[in-house]
């Protein structure tokens, strides 16, 4: 099983293939094309973000220990973010996702070239991920 780092490293090594803005806004958008469908079952007010400029919703089960990811968003940008953040953060466990530095998200240029309000969108998935974590970390 990969790390949280090494999985944050190989996202950092795929977004320096592109120098190109533009081609590492298409990189996210095939990420949030290739996220699996989250069913409309999932898709409440309590799993819906606050702070999001866009509608994205995020569901975290334990999976013998593991939290497993799922999530969806209305706009394509913004999918392929939380499709980065599952990617890193998923099948791992509470206390691996409370102690991640997600250092990736300044190294590949994301918060810089993100508009202010997908930057707060940005922390505030990143906020809720952490918040699943710690529920569960305190539940083990």
Request: hydrophobic share 40%.
């Amino acid at each position: 099983m990969r790390t949280i780092n090494e999985i944050q490293d190989e996202v950092i090594d795929e977004f320096e293939g592109f120098s190109d803005w533009m081609d590492r806004y298409q990189l996210l958008i095939d990420l949030g094309n290739e996220l699996e469908a989250l069913p409309e079952q999932y898709k409440t007010e309590e799993n819906l973000i606050d702070g999001c400029q866009s509608r994205v919703w995020i569901q975290c089960d334990n999976k013998d220990g593991e939290l497993v990811f799922r999530a969806d968003s209305d706009a394509l940008i913004v999918k392929g973010i939380i499709a980065l953040l599952i990617q890193v953060l998923s099948h791992h466990t509470a206390k691996e996702i409370l102690e991640a530095d997600l250092y990736f998200i300044d190294r590949i240029g994301l918060r810089e070239h993100l508009s202010p309000t997908r930057s707060n969108g940005l922390l505030a998935m990143v906020k809720r991920i952490k918040a699943y974590a710690l529920v569960y970390a305190q539940e083990a």
